[in-house]
């Protein structure tokens, strides 16, 4: 811990690794990796028995916020442990990630970036027990947090037609209800996400702005930006994360990609924040729309 912030260096190690691209395309590879180890058919293939990515990030423990040292870039809040001030309260939202080579239009006038909330309810648990290290946690000690899956928090649409209670279901699990009128007209109303961001506002570095709007004439809707500094945010649905916390000492035991949404969205794509070198941000895609990290051992008492 130095000047009010922890400094974290970590480390990715990539077994059996291998890549294959266009020259044109590949350059961030060269320089993180070296050479490629052939030219096939016109593609560069790099093959490595294991690589290693290391990278210090400062975290901030008054504010959570996580910068990487290398870029001075906000990557958003440190995700592997969960700050005291998310452990007390019932409800929170957690700014998981930030994607800086992702723009995103807010408004015709307001242009921004992409990134990505988690909504924790303390009452969301995950659907098994977890072994660390020989030490077993049972699901009823876990909190769940889901990354928001909407652009919107309020929403009105006149004769929207019938409601699927699938979809109304889903969306319980972040603080919002759909309610639909005798007239045809539906609301989609985010209260407690709203109460959660007004929260937050008062401890992180970061807040939630909403900017409401007609689409068109019979379509309203209320968007949340995240606002950092100068900096603004979309909450675009992209992926659909699930982080699975112990809540006794905050540790992330898993974090992975919604079964329920990814097995149809096709393919699934890790958060980069944490991933950034220099100017280049990585992306890993799974074809099969499935990956989940896991916490196996740690030093920290269970």
């Known amino acids: 811990m130095s000047h009010g912030g922890y400094v974290i260096k970590y480390t990715v190690i990539f077994s059996n690794f291998s890549a294959v691209g266009l020259e044109r395309s590949c350059g961030v590879l060269a320089e993180l990796i070296g050479p490629p180890s052939e030219v096939k ?4 293939v790099w093959r490595r028995d294991s690589l290693t990515l290391s ?19 906000f990557l958003g809040e440190w995700l592997f442990w969960l700050s005291p ?62 990354s928001y899956p909407l652009l919107y928090v309020y929403q ?22 759909v309610v639909q009128h005798p007239n045809s007209t539906v609301e989609v109303l985010c209260e407690t996400f709203l109460k959660a961001a007004a929260r937050v506002g008062q401890w992180k570095a970061w807040k939630v702005v909403p900017i409401s709007m007609w689409v068109d004439p019979s379509y309203y809707q209320t968007l949340a930006a995240v606002k950092y500094g100068d900096l603004y945010l979309a ?39 944490y991933l950034t070198f220099g100017n280049y941000t990585l992306s890993f895609t799974a074809l099969n729309g499935l990956i989940n990290i896991t916490l196996v051992e740690t030093n920290v008492p269970l």
């Open 41 to 44: 058919d016109g593609n560069l």
């Open 55 to 73: 990278k210090i990030i400062v975290v901030d423990v008054s504010s959570w916020t996580a910068i990487d040292v290398d870029s001075g870039k």
């Open 85 to 146: 001030f998310d452990l007390s309260v019932n409800y929170t939202l957690i700014l998981a990630g930030i994607n800086w080579d992702v723009p995103a239009g807010l408004t015709p006038n307001l242009s921004g970036i992409v990134g990505y909330v988690l909504y924790l309810n303390a009452s969301n648990t995950a659907p098994k027990d977890y072994v660390v290290g020989g030490a077993k946690i049972e699901k009823a000690r876990t909190l769940a947090a889901y």
């Open 156 to 177: 009105k649409v006149l004769k929207g037609g019938r409601v699927s209670e699938e979809f109304k279901s889903s969306l319980r699990r972040y603080g919002c209800s």
């Open 235 to 273: 909450m675009f649905p992209i992926d659909f994360y699930v982080f699975v916390y112990d809540r006794q000492t905050g540790l992330l035991l898993e974090a992975s990609h919604d079964p329920s949404i990814e097995s149809w969205w096709g393919y699934a794509i890790i958060p980069s924040a």
